[in-house]
């Protein structure tokens, strides 16, 4: 796939991401939301990563000022009928996604591949949703979009090997490394790293350590870059409550439940950086 148009659908810490990594590398981007607030939020985003970059002697000014002028924003779903591949990046909620994934199919082009940023649902249960099963694919990439080298591809059973094929090359071009997972609950990724985040919350609220604690030793006593409490903030509680309900569900097991504290805090709306509270402060 070449300099094509690229949609991505939301304006979040994962949609901006993405929107960013394609236009910095000369793609045509249609970024959107529902909310002009969100679109406006994710541009700033975009505006600050690009600054930091540049600070780091990484790019030019040049190089940001041609990054966001590829950049279109919209908030109709209709601005993404005339993209190449579009990637959906909305919460992780399985109602809202087949609903989304079915209007794409009704507005886009028959050649268009649909994909999805999720990170833990049924790729072949998306794909069920459209007339286009054999296009639809998992593009799971990971937070922050821009410094993150890891793309999770991920084939549902109806994902066609051509389609496959033109997501790995993309991700390539893009300077990223994918690797090829088969369609099972939480992936490769998650299927490890939530569940371990899920137990330092378990620990955190049978009051083994303090948070602090439980952090400093996962960094140093297995060569963690971040602790599992601090990561969990970045990535967002809710999101690791989504991921870790979908597991449970999934398979049944025990081993997978979400600890009572994980749906406390998010009950509380304490979610991690992206509300300056989770299990430390912002």
């Given at each position: 796939?070449t300099?094509?148009?690229?949609?991505?659908?939301?304006?979040?810490?994962?949609?901006?991401?993405?929107?960013?990594?394609?236009?910095?590398?000369?793609?045509?981007?249609?970024?959107?939301?529902?909310?002009?607030?969100?679109?406006?939020?994710?541009?700033?985003?975009?505006?600050?990563?690009?600054?930091?970059?540049?600070?780091?002697?990484?790019?030019?000014?040049?190089?940001?000022?041609?990054?966001?002028?590829?950049?279109?924003?919209?908030?109709?779903?209709?601005?993404?009928?005339?993209?190449?591949?579009i990637?959906?990046?909305?919460?992780?909620?399985?109602?809202?996604?087949?609903?989304?994934?079915?209007?794409?199919?009704?507005?886009?082009?028959?050649?268009?591949?649909?994909?999805?940023?999720?990170?833990?649902?049924?790729?072949?249960?998306?794909?069920?949703?459209?007339?286009?099963?054999?296009?639809?694919?998992?593009?799971?990439?990971?937070?922050?979009?821009?410094?993150?080298?890891?793309?999770?591809?991920?084939?549902?059973?109806?994902?066609?090997?051509?389609?496959?094929?033109?997501?790995?090359?993309?991700?390539?071009?893009?300077?990223?490394?994918?690797?090829?997972?088969?369609?099972?609950?939480?992936?490769?990724?998650?299927?490890?790293?939530?569940?371990?985040?899920?137990?330092?919350?378990?620990?955190?609220?049978?009051?083994?350590?303090?948070?602090a604690?439980?952090?400093?030793?996962?960094?140093?006593?297995?060569?963690?870059?971040?602790?599992?409490?601090?990561?969990?903030?970045?990535?967002?509680?809710?999101?690791?409550?989504?991921?870790?309900?979908?597991?449970?569900?999934?398979?049944?097991?025990?081993?997978?439940?979400?600890?009572?504290?994980?749906?406390?805090?998010?009950?509380?709306?304490?979610?991690?950086?992206?509300?300056?509270?989770?299990?430390?402060?912002?």
């Amino acid at each position: 796939m070449t300099k094509q148009k690229i949609g991505v659908l939301g304006a979040g810490t994962m949609g901006n991401g993405i929107s960013q990594t394609f236009s910095l590398c000369g793609y045509d981007v249609v970024m959107v939301d529902i909310a002009q607030a969100a679109v406006d939020r994710g541009l700033k985003t975009i505006s600050g990563s690009l600054d930091r970059l540049i600070k780091k002697e990484k790019i030019s000014e040049a190089d940001k000022a041609g990054a966001l002028g590829r950049i279109q924003t919209s908030l109709e779903l209709s601005a993404l009928a005339d993209c190449d591949l579009i990637i959906e990046a909305a919460v992780e909620q399985l109602d809202l996604k087949l609903d989304l994934f079915a209007k794409l199919d009704a507005l886009a082009r028959p050649g268009t591949i649909l994909a999805s940023n999720t990170s833990s649902i049924s790729i072949t249960r998306l794909a069920a949703a459209t007339s286009r099963p054999d296009r639809v694919v998992g593009l799971h990439f990971f937070n922050p979009v821009p410094l993150m080298a890891l793309v999770e591809i991920i084939r549902g059973l109806q994902t066609s090997d051509e389609t496959y094929a033109a997501m790995e090359a993309l991700a390539k071009a893009v300077g990223k490394t994918p690797v090829q997972v088969r369609n099972s609950p939480g992936f490769v990724v998650n299927r490890m790293l939530c569940p371990m985040m899920n137990e330092a919350i378990f620990a955190l609220g049978e009051g083994l350590a303090s948070a602090a604690e439980i952090d400093e030793a996962m960094k140093l006593g297995a060569n963690h870059p971040i602790g599992p409490l601090a990561l969990c903030d970045m990535i967002g509680l809710d999101i690791e409550l989504a991921v870790m309900q979908v597991l449970f569900e999934s398979f049944k097991d025990p081993k997978y439940r979400p600890a009572p504290l994980l749906v406390e805090m998010v009950e509380a709306g304490y979610l991690g950086r992206k509300t300056g509270r989770g299990f430390f402060s912002y």
